[in-house]
């Protein structure tokens, strides 16, 4: 139920301040958490032996990291590289 939650704002995070334009950057941070969140998965299936499970962690992980990567190019976030 937690992580449901903690995913779900993690797309809320993505989506709302790239599409209202405000505050872009809180979208790197939300890719950030969302890169957290699958780490954190992964690991949590290899240690039950549930290797096999984690392709869509990684999928998920590798698409959150271009997220976080495209935006932080972009001169509208303004951050400090």
């Given at each position: 139920m937690l992580t449901g939650v903690v995913d779900l704002l993690g797309g809320?995070?993505?989506l709302l301040p790239?599409?209202?334009r405000i505050r872009p950057v809180l979208t790197v941070f939300a890719a950030y958490g969302i890169i957290a969140l699958m780490a954190i998965a992964i690991i949590f299936h290899v240690s039950r032996g549930e290797a096999k499970n984690i392709g869509f962690n990684i999928f998920v992980l590798s698409?959150?990291?271009f997220v976080a990567?495209?935006?932080?190019?972009?001169?509208?976030?303004?951050?400090?590289h």
């Open positions: 809320i995070g993505i790239a599409v209202l698409l959150a990291a990567w495209g935006r932080q190019k972009g001169p509208e976030n303004n951050i400090p």
